[in-house]
Structure formats: structure tokens, C-alpha cells
């Protein structure tokens, strides 16, 4: 299921699923299915989690779940790596990036928390608590079984990958980031910091230059923005950049531009390979953190369809006893470690608010923003 402020997807059944994100667009390309739904790995190479549903249903309005009654106590077991690991790695990757070594000049970083339930917490659950926080923002809950894992990705980003309604392509890119405060004075002084801030501007326009070099070759009008715009969550100030493009060609689905354009440096980095190189290096592989959740027609049908970029997400195992959520940020080479901390911090408050997990109650430290 993908919600959005003004429709919901909802994709049933499985007439079959596809090994990775390339098969996928290739079924729908050769006509041998007409539409995919679910998740594409942060390593476009491992497998995917998309399959062909048997009915794609797209409703008017956001998804309205009735409000969760006795939703289990729920625990932070383990963060991955400790939060002194997370701010070496920064501090490396900050080294790196500022003797220009190996050429690499923004990488996203991310660390991970493992989260266990006294009871058994149900995916759905933990989505109808996302939007009970949030009732204008963005959701998707989808099955991970295809990839061969037992749990369900639910999440509530806020970065629109790509959307594609007939020829017309748009992203919202986002990158550059502050905490939200609860004082009103602090909150406000805190957006205009980061329009104003070189670090943050500098860290978004990498993601604008990657989106807008994927899509240009797609296109034959496209609109990028010179600046970004400041956008909220509740728990972040975000600088987001609204692309929108018209496509040459009419075969193409929403599957096809998103795997043009995926990962970008909002997730990623830049350049691309050794950025992911990096990641991969540093933290493992990530699995479907950072990869994107949606759904896409095939192109004979007109190709629709949006995909979101799977951040402020978590991966709830089926028996609801674990979850992991993630947060990750850009570093660029006046990136400060610290800082950095923090922002993961205030990124992990989307999903450990949303299951009554204190994001302050943290084992070893407070880091959590006034
Ligand atoms: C990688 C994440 O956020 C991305 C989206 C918005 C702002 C970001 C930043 O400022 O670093 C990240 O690019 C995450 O939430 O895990």
C-alpha cells in the first residue's frame, strides 16, 4: 500500500514476483505483466521485493485506518553501530571527502535501531500510528516476503523518488536537514538557518544535479528549480526541490524512470558508485533502507505510478516481536559529527514516536533536540 496525501495504492494477491528491479521492468517492458507493486533494494542488485499483484486498486483520498487501541510496549534493544561508532564513521567519511580522496564528494551515512515488542506488533499498526502522527503525510506498508524476508517495510518518508502520470515526470528530491523544536521562536530560526546554511545547500544541490542529469536524456522539457524550498515534517526542516519534466516516450513506466534516477545523493551519494562503494564498505548492505517502496503500470498502460524513497521506515519481522529503523544523513567535507548525531536522532523520532518509544530514552546518550 503507498498512501498519499490525495490517493492510496493498494496493491492484492501475487501472480508472481520478480527476482530484482531489472526483471521487473523487463516483464512489464515484454508485456508479461501489466503492473508491479513493492520495494526496491538500496543495491539495485540484490533481489527486490516487487511482485505482479492481481488487482491494483488506486482510490481517491489517503488511507483512513481506524485508530490503534493497545498497541504493545515496545523497547530499544540495540543501536547498529553504537552511537560512538556512527560519529567515527562520519568522522572518517568527513576526512575522506575533504582531501578529496578517491574523488568522492558527498556519501550518506546511516545507523540503524533494533527494537523489540512485549507483544506481537502488527505492521498495519505501526502505519495506522504513522498516520495518526502525521494524517497529511505520505505511507507505505509493503510485504518483504518476495525478497526472501520474513517482515513488512513501513515507513512515512517524505521524498517522492519519482511520480509519473502519463508522459509527465516529477520528484521532490529532499536534502539538508534541521530539527524540528517545540518553541515556536527556535523552530522558526531553525528553518531560516538551514535555507541560509552553504553546507546544506551545497549537500542538496548534488541531489538536484544527479535527478536532473538522470531525467534530462528522458525529457523533452524539464523544470529545475535553481533553489530549494523549505519543507517540514514533524520531526524535520527539510530543503526539497520540485523537479517536473514531460517525457519523449509514452512506453516508459514509473518503474523505468524511478530505476533511472535511483539511488540518488539524497541517499547515496556522489558520485554515485563510490559513494555506494563506500556505504557498502562501511555499513553492510542495507537491504530496502533506502531503496524505494511504490508501484508502476507497465508502459502499454500508460506507465503510472509513484515511488517514494524508503526512508523514516522500519522493517517489522512477521512475528512482530522486532523491528529495525533507520536514519542517515549526508556528509560532505564540512560535515560535523556531532551534529550529524543528532540529525539521526531527530530522523528515528518519525517511527520510535509513532510506537511509543521515548527517541530521548536512548541507552547510552541524550541527544534528542529541544
Ligand atoms: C537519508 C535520510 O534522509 C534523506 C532525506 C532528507 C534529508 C537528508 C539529509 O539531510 O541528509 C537525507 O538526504 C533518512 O532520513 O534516513
Redo the contacts with the bound molecule.
Keep these: 500500500m503507498l498512501c498519499r496525501n490525495n490517493y492510496h495504492v493498494v496493491g492484492n494477491g501475487r501472480i508472481r514476483s520478480l527476482g530484482t528491479a531489472a526483471e521487473a521492468a523487463q516483464a512489464m517492458a515484454d508485456g508479461s505483466v501489466r503492473a508491479v507493486v513493492g520495494a526496491i533494494p538500496f543495491d539495485v542488485r540484490e533481489r527486490a521485493a516487487l511482485t505482479a499483484p492481481e488487482t491494483l486498486e488506486v482510490h481517491d483520498g489517503p488511507w483512513r485506518p481506524a485508530p490503534v487501541t493497545g498497541a504493545p510496549r515496545i523497547r530499544i534493544d540495540a543501536m547498529e553501530p553504537s552511537l560512538e561508532a556512527h560519529r567515527r564513521r562520519v568522522a572518517d567519511a568527513v576526512a575522506t571527502l575533504a582531501a578529496s580522496a578517491g574523488g568522492l564528494q558527498k556519501v550518506?551515512l546511516?545507523r540503524s535501531v533494533l527494537l523489540r515488542a512485549e507483544e506481537p506488533l502488527a505492521a498495519w499498526d505501526l502505519a495506522s500510528a504513522l498516520r495518526s502522527a502525521d494524517p497529511r503525510g505520505s505511507l507505505f506498508v509493503t510485504d518483504l516476503s518476495p525478497a526472501g524476508r520474513a517482515a513488512a517495510l513501513v515507513g512515512a518518508?517524505?521524498?517522492v523518488l519519482v511520480r509519473k502520470v502519463g508522459t509527465r515526470v516529477s520528484a521532490q528530491?529532499?536534502?539538508?536537514?534541521a530539527p524540528r523544536s517545540t518553541d515556536a521562536a527556535v523552530d522558526r530560526a531553525r528553518g531560516r538557518a538551514l535555507a541560509a546554511s552553504a553546507k546544506?545547500l551545497a549537500?542538496?544541490r548534488y541531489?538536484v544535479a544527479a535527478i536532473a542529469d538522470a531525467l534530462a536524456p528522458l525529457c523533452h522539457r524539464l523544470d529545475v528549480p535553481d533553489r530549494p524550498e523549505l519543507m517540514t515534517t514533524p520531526a524535520?526542516w527539510?530543503?526539497?526541490t520540485p523537479i517536473s519534466g514531460e517525457l519523449r516516450s509514452h512506453d516508459l513506466s514509473a518503474l523505468d524512470v524511478a530505476l533511472a534516477v535511483h539511488p540518488t545523493?539524497?541517499?547515496c551519494g556522489t558520485p554515485t558508485v563510490r559513494a555506494r562503494d563506500h556505504i557498502l564498505a562501511t555499513e553492510g548492505d542495507r537491504g530496502f533502507?533506502?531503496g524505494a517502496v511504490g508501484w508502476a503500470r507497465s508502459g502499454r498502460d500508460g506507465g503510472d505510478g509513484e515511488w517514494m524513497?524508503a526512508?523514516?521506515c522500519a522493517e517489522v519481522s512477521d512475528d512482530g516481536l522486532t523491528a529495525r529503523a533507520?536514519?542517515?544523513?549526508?556528509?560532505v567535507a564540512d560535515s560535523d559529527p556531532d551534529a550529524e548525531l543528532v540529525?539521526?536522532q531527530a530522523?528515528l523520532a518519525?517511527v520510535l514516536r509513532a510506537l511509543g518509544v521515548d527517541p530521548a530514552a536512548d541507552p547510552t546518550t541524550d541527544l534528542s533536540p529541544t
Excluded at 528530491?173 to 536537514?177: D, I, K, R, V
Excluded at 533507520?326 to 556528509?331: H, K, N, S, T, V
Design positions: 550518506v546511516a518518508s517524505p521524498e528530491p529532499l536534502a539538508g536537514s546544506d549537500e542538496h541531489v524535520m527539510h530543503l526539497g545523493p539524497a541517499i533502507y533506502s524513497v526512508i523514516r533507520w536514519a542517515g544523513g549526508g556528509i540529525e539521526t530522523k518519525t
